[in-house]
């Protein structure tokens, strides 16, 4: 692997990079389902997405927030992903 990354903080860093990518795709995706420009709707729609795609156990969540998502309790971290 340190043939492409040449330290550890470059491969967390390239992992971090993918992980906003998806996040900002996550985002834009469930604002474009928006009705209008209700400002709350939009608001929620992008938080649903946000929380959505760093809770849903994805590689790229477990790489960046390992200690959160273990911290958590099945049925508490089924609950932050629902709302």
Do not use: M, N
Request: proline share 6%; with cysteine.
């Amino acid at each position: 692997i340190y043939y492409h990354f040449p330290s550890k903080e470059k491969l967390l860093l390239a992992v971090h990079e993918e992980g906003v990518r998806q996040t900002q795709t996550a985002v834009e995706q469930a604002l474009a389902r928006a009705d209008g420009d209700e400002a709350w709707e939009r608001l929620v729609l992008a938080c649903e997405a946000h929380l959505g795609s760093l809770l849903a156990g994805t590689p790229y969540s477990r790489v960046i927030t390992p200690d959160f998502i273990r911290a958590l309790p099945a049925p508490i971290r089924r609950t932050a992903v629902a709302q």
